[in-house]
């Protein structure tokens, strides 16, 4: 028994250094809601998170189920609710839509779009992601097959992160999450980014979410713009970038 309990003793002594952060309370003034996008799960921002809660924030990370716009939203806004702090609302790609609905809660002071979509009330994830754009190719997705929508794996890789290594992408691409019609053509009913400030991380090498396209979306929301030389999984090829950006935007927040 002794020696379970040195063990024991022994293992969390050696936490790694973002273990060992979130054992204390969090020091930052802000908390920071991390939302994810189609195809992938909340795992994608594990390097932020850890960065970010070793730095001192209270990081919140939602799952979305990705089936339901009005479902993604709600799964968002349980999770603003559990903030000690003043909000600083971040999403990636599709979860830019749910931010923009979900971003109308008076906990979020201020919103971060990272190769995202931002629809406009009244307009649906659908009608942003088609605009039609020339010289750049859209997303390489099947055609939808009982009510969801995937990308064609053999393309995943280079399309959605082709600056990450090909262990991961591979994997990825296998382990993608359905994407549900009631969250592509669902129009939204307000936009937070009319009322709050906002920055926008646009990925300038992105074959998913159209750079233009994003430009344009930056600019109707009057974001503070940071361009970076990056793929679609900014957080995974450039994670350092990433959390540099959001602390930037944090300040938004207090």
Do not use: C
Request: hydrophobic share 45%; net charge negative.
């Amino acid at each position: 028994m002794k020696r379970i309990i040195i063990g024991a003793l022994m293992a969390m002594t050696s936490l790694s250094p973002a273990a060992a952060a979130q054992t204390h309370a969090p020091s930052k003034p802000v908390s920071i809601v991390l939302v994810h996008g189609a195809f992938v799960d909340a795992s994608g921002w594990k390097q932020i998170y850890d960065i970010l809660t070793h730095d001192g924030y209270e990081v919140l990370v939602v799952q979305n189920p990705t089936v339901t716009l009005e479902g993604d939203v709600e799964a968002t806004r349980q999770v603003i609710a559990r903030a000690s702090k003043p909000v600083l609302l971040v999403g990636h790609s599709y979860g830019g839509a749910v931010i923009t609905e979900a971003g109308t809660d008076p906990r979020v002071k201020s919103l971060a779009y990272i190769a995202a979509l931002a629809p406009d009330a009244g307009e649906s994830v659908f009608e942003l992601a088609t605009r039609p754009v020339p010289g750049e190719s859209g997303p390489p997705l099947l055609p939808p097959a009982d009510g969801f929508i995937l990308v064609d794996p053999a393309k995943f890789p280079t399309a959605f992160a082709q600056d990450v290594d090909i262990s991961v992408t591979g994997f990825m691409a296998v382990a993608q999450v359905p994407w549900g019609i009631g969250a592509v053509q669902t129009k939204l009913t307000s936009a937070a980014w009319k009322d709050k400030p906002v920055s926008w991380m646009l990925t300038t090498q992105d074959h998913m979410v159209s750079p233009t396209t994003q430009r344009f979306m930056a600019t109707r929301a009057k974001a503070q713009l940071t361009e970076i030389h990056s793929s679609h999984a900014v957080m995974l090829s450039h994670p350092n970038e990433v959390v540099a950006f959001i602390e930037a935007a944090a300040s938004d927040a207090q």
